[in-house]
């Protein structure tokens, strides 16, 4: 069974402050790993996938296959940067089952 | 450019009740989900469809029924409201196939049973 564990519900961060907010998981094969992001009144959207290597709004998120982790990183906190934030794994199958992680939520102080 | 849209916005209901959320997208994706987000539970998934005519239990399926009625359509039924289905349902499409497709969420329905 594939399985994601955000372990911080809560984040504080100063404005400037480096950010990184924790993704585990579990998973028998190849994973295929996103952040997603839902600021306040808005809708979940994709932040960033593991595939692309890119870098979205500052914030960058390595695959480590040995710790089996996924850790979504920011050197600079921003204050719109304060949102939730969901690592979730889907299922590299047809189905493309997702399991999402019980979310973070990030707080930036001015 | 709608994208998923699911209504309504906003129900209340009473125990017993029954209710249909529907969700509907515009993206020609084949697959569909159905989540319900709870404080300290992140998104759970209710039920998915992989492709037309096909459904799948998710995680939380228990009092839910769904119906993918074409493409775009997939919507969720609450048979028998009871309080703990209190929640905000989340529908969401994704591309069907290989390779890291990421899903495409609506805004989202607050539902309460009272």
């Known amino acids: 069974a594939q399985r994601v564990t955000q372990p911080e519900k809560l984040l504080s961060v100063f404005k400037g402050a480096p950010v990184e907010l924790k993704c585990n998981y579990s998973?028998?094969?190849?994973?295929?790993l996103f952040w997603y992001v839902q600021y306040s009144r808005q809708r979940l959207q994709l932040l960033l996938r593991?595939?692309s290597r890119e870098s979205i709004k500052g914030f960058t998120a390595d695959l480590n296959k040995g710790e089996t982790s996924f850790h979504l990183k920011k050197p600079f906190a921003q204050e719109e940067d304060s949102a939730m934030y969901y690592c979730?794994?889907?299922?590299?199958?047809?189905?493309?089952?997702?399991?999402f992680g019980t979310g973070t939520k990030l707080q930036v102080i001015p | 450019n709608a994208g998923v849209t699911q209504t309504p916005k906003f129900q209340v209901l009473k125990t017993g009740q029954s209710m249909t959320l529907q969700c509907a997208q515009d993206?020609?994706?084949?697959?569909m989900y159905w989540y319900r987000q709870d404080p300290g539970m992140g998104l759970r998934l209710i039920y998915y469809?992989?492709?037309?005519?096909?459904?799948d239990k998710g995680e939380v399926p228990n009092g839910y029924n769904v119906s993918r009625l074409n493409k775009r359509e997939f919507s969720l039924r609450l048979e028998s409201a009871a309080p703990s289905q209190t929640s905000v349902y989340f529908c969401?499409?994704?591309?069907?196939?290989?390779?890291?497709?990421?899903?495409?969420f609506g805004d989202g329905t607050r539902l309460s049973i009272l």
């Open positions: 969401a499409s994704s591309p069907r196939g290989a390779g890291n497709q990421p899903q495409h």
């Open positions: 998973y028998s094969g190849s994973p295929e």
């Open positions: 593991h595939i």
């Open positions: 979730a794994l889907q299922d590299s199958g047809g189905y493309q089952k997702v399991t």
């Open positions: 993206m020609n994706h084949n697959s």
């Open positions: 469809s992989a492709s037309e005519g096909t459904t």
